[in-house]
């Protein structure tokens, strides 16, 4: 099966423009999460999507960031505008259940670069 | 609120060597525990979880967490290293109620041949 894809893989922005990153989870999969690592620091949980619905988007760092799922497929994550703290690893992450009963699959992630 | 902390940036040890990675962890109510690996320029991958029942959980590429409630350490083991297992370790706990996880900041092990 294929696994999570992410894109891009990298991208480098200035402060002030506008990023948008891309998750196709493993198909069959209804709950997709995006996480970010930010300068080599712990990976914080973001959001969580059940298809199409956010289930959990307390981890967002502030409405500069918008997430979207449409149909229930793919995600997108948007930045705007960019600013220089919001450099890190975006990772995306798929499961076919709940955590207690299914692992999560991590996509390569996305790094992000604003300068 | 949960809590994850790996006290080791980095692991040194010898091919052939057992290997630890230490994982403490701070939780309300029962832990639901895992290890994730992240190989360079990919994704992290799950090794292995701890939800209930056996106190040793053996999982991906031969290795094996021990969960220990009265020290609330779930460390990562492996009998014997390879090269191959260097990477960055990830321990990780569900926020309680929620669909989340809680990250440590990782450890990274490197095998020297």
């Known amino acids: 099966e294929a696994g999570v894809t992410q894109f891009p893989s990298h991208s480098v922005i200035e402060k002030g423009q506008t990023v948008t990153l891309r998750c196709d989870p493993i198909s069959g999969h209804d709950n997709l999460y995006w996480y970010r690592r930010v300068m080599g620091k712990e990976i914080k949980f973001l959001l969580h999507f059940v298809k199409e619905s956010k289930q959990d988007e307390s981890g967002m760092p502030n409405n500069r960031f918008l997430a979207e799922r449409t149909g229930g497929t793919y995600s997108t994550l948007k930045v705007q505008p960019a600013e220089l703290e919001d450099s890190g690893v975006y990772f995306c992450?798929?499961?076919?259940?709940?955590?207690?009963?299914?692992?999560?699959?991590f996509g390569n992630g996305t790094r992000l670069t604003v300068t | 609120a949960q809590s994850v902390a790996q006290p080791e940036d980095q692991v040194n040890v010898a091919e052939g060597n057992p290997l630890t990675v230490k994982c403490t962890y701070s939780v309300s109510g029962n832990p639901y525990l895992f290890w994730y690996v992240q190989y360079p320029n990919r994704g992290l991958q799950f090794l292995l979880k701890y939800i209930t029942g056996d106190n040793l959980v053996k999982g991906s590429y031969g290795f094996e967490a021990e969960f220990n409630k009265s020290q609330t350490s779930f460390h990562l083991k492996k009998p014997s290293a390879l090269v191959s297992d260097s990477a960055l370790y990830f321990c990780a706990v569900r926020d309680t109620g929620f669909q989340k996880l809680v990250f440590g900041t990782g450890t990274r092990l490197l095998v020297s041949p």
């Open positions: 992450a798929s499961s076919q259940e709940g955590l207690g009963n299914s692992p999560l699959h």
